[in-house]
């Protein structure tokens, strides 16, 4: 296909849009709409399709269409690798854009959203940024929210979660990043997602911008606006989503921290927040999730220390 390149204010600053799917096709089509009715043109979209059967890329093209400029599509049909996190890595080797957004396919953004997010990626040293989350089951849990304010410390600190919690009024720094957030290309130089993190990726945000945190700058900008609806087809189950969680943090501790004594407490008062969460939740699921999430670590060994992963070819043979 003929290369486009879209730009702002700066010259050669392009888009590529990554949207990895399975089964929510309605959905997707929705998101590739919102995609090209942006008033700063995209220059690339990347569709990597995990869904049993292979959609039809001239069809959804068509979405793309009525965009003022002409955008790059690929599609990329992968039902015979599984994880969110290999289809990412998969479509960054495609991403021709300066600044790589991942977005879930179940979300849409405000015809304003690059105009407002792109500026951010002026400063060089900034890596990463996000928009501003607009989803109607996150505001129905308020007092969860506080949840993560209370038992996320030190290491374990979710700024991002901080931030959500009063709508800030503009431009502000952050430690990590939702999955719906954009990346300078160049930060994938040297990493990837970690493909250790398996099915939905539990975490996966959260540790991969922790890694691209040590390195640059990240920020969320309130005014740009991103709909996300939670579609409840091909969601996880409560169990599974509490056992990942209680299995991701132990793994993302002994990864990406060296676990000096201030760390363990965190880990430990954190644990004490995930254990309390399933039991005000009065559901057998929640209960049996935490349990197979500790399973999972005690099965491994509480201070097992996994291997690096989630980094390029290139940076592993330094």
């Not at 928009?131 to 700024?159: E, H, N, S, T």
């Not at 503009?170 to 300078?184: E, F, H, K, Q």
Request: hydrophobic share 40%; proline share 7%; glycine share 8%.
């Amino acid at each position: 296909m003929k290369q486009c390149r879209a730009t702002l204010e700066e010259p050669g600053l392009n888009i590529t849009v990554v949207i990895p799917t399975k089964g929510r096709p309605t959905e997707l089509c929705d998101a590739l709409r919102s995609i090209a009715q942006q008033t700063v043109p995209v220059a690339q979209v990347i569709v990597v399709d995990a869904s049993p059967q292979a959609a039809d890329p001239g069809a959804l093209q068509q979405f793309l269409e009525t965009a003022g400029s002409p955008i790059e599509f690929i599609y990329q049909w992968e039902s015979k690798t599984t994880g969110l996190t290999v289809h990412r890595n998969v479509a960054i080797p495609l991403a021709r854009g300066d600044v790589i957004q991942f977005l879930d396919d179940d979300a849409e953004l405000a015809p304003d959203y690059f105009s407002r997010l792109l500026p951010v990626f002026a400063d060089p040293a900034v890596g990463g940024a996000a928009g501003w989350i607009i989803d109607p089951a996150i505001g129905r849990r308020r007092l969860k929210r506080w949840f993560w304010r209370l038992f996320y410390w030190g290491a374990f600190r979710q700024r991002r979660e901080e931030l959500f919690l009063s709508q800030p009024r503009g431009l502000s720094p952050t430690n990590v990043l939702p999955g719906v957030s954009a990346y300078r290309r160049t930060v994938f130089d040297d990493l990837r997602f970690d493909e250790a993190l398996p099915g939905a990726g539990v975490g996966e945000d959260i540790e991969f911008s922790f890694r691209v945190g040590r390195r640059w700058r990240l920020y969320i900008e309130p005014s740009a606006r991103l709909f996300h609806h939670s579609s409840p087809v091909e969601r996880q189950s409560l169990r599974r989503n509490i056992a990942d969680k209680v299995a991701f943090y132990h793994y993302h501790f002994r990864k990406n921290m060296p676990g000096r004594p201030l760390e363990w407490a965190a880990y430990g008062w954190l644990n004490f927040g995930l254990l309390l969460d399933a039991a005000v939740r009065w559901r057998p699921e929640a209960w049996l999730g935490w349990y197979e999430g500790w399973h999972r670590i005690l099965a491994r060994g509480l201070i097992y220390r996994p291997a690096a992963r989630g980094m390029s070819q290139k940076y592993r043979s330094r």
